[in-house]
């Protein structure tokens, strides 16, 4: 029985070690995201004289393309590793390289803090050129790209697809101000194709995800709900994710995310699951 005890106390403090130090990353992170957005009294000449329409355009360069977050996530038993309780993160880069063509690169993966290991149960890397068509009017053209997302594994864990997509968009602010605390309603529809690759690791992978994406967002400079639903071509499959994020700093917002469906992560593109999680969200 003392081998249990001792063995539960070890996990615990390195439960705890390991959350320790991923704070401790997060306040580095806000304090050299502060430090940059401190104000340079050599530069703020230089942007006053910049017009209203180039001001605009540098704050949609640096809005985040997708969120970039960090949360502990529990649900869903995982007969891999035995566990249910992972840390899950999101990070996110855009650059535009010419006159609305831009790169977008997102990482994402499910960390299992709670293994002795504490391994990486899976990852998704996420490259994708788009070019971003923001008309004005309330229907946007939106978006017209191509991207390729893989995990980065080998032999039968392997994941791997290619696809073009168009992703229009309707944005509605409201012009008398905020309404239950959101000012602004936005609703993204977003189609793809598959590229067919003959050595593919999942060819069967649209009957998971289907053939589009819808996304209904809510926000304001303080609060932001996003639902995002798929189906796919297969009856019964597809999955839900609906994220929150509430504004609780200049740099920082509390997240949270209830997934439930098919393929949260590539490795489990064909595995129905349901996760929740809290953490925090980098914001600009």
Known sequence: ????????????????????????????????????????????????????????????????????????????????????????????IKQNIWNGLYFAYTYRALWSITEQSAAFKDNSHNPEIFYDIDNEGLVKIGQIGIEHESNGKGGVDSRSWNRVYWEPRLVYKRPEGKLFGFDTLAVYIKAWGKFEEKQ??????????????????????????????RKGLKKDYGNIQIEFMRRISENFSLYAQFWNGYGESLLDYNRQTTRYGIGFALTR
């Not at 580095?28 to 230089?46: G, R």
């Not at 998971?208 to 996304?215: D, P, R, V």
């Open 1 to 92: 029985m003392k081998p249990i005890v001792d063995s539960l106390k070890y996990n615990t403090t390195k439960f705890r070690s390991r959350c320790i130090i991923l704070a401790l990353s997060l306040i580095l992170i806000s304090v050299k995201v502060m430090a940059e957005d401190a104000p340079n009294p050599t530069a703020v000449v230089s942007v006053a004289k910049k017009s209203n329409n180039d001001t605009e355009k540098e704050k949609q360069d640096l809005n985040p393309y997708k969120p970039t977050y960090f949360m502990f996530q529990w649900g869903t038993h995982d007969p891999r590793d035995n566990q249910q309780l992972y840390a899950k993160f999101q990070f996110n």
């Open 200 to 229: 593919s690791d999942n060819p069967d992978i649209l009957d998971y995800y289907g053939n589009g994406e819808l996304t209904i967002k809510l926000y304001s400079d303080e609060n932001q709900i996003v639902v995002k639903a």
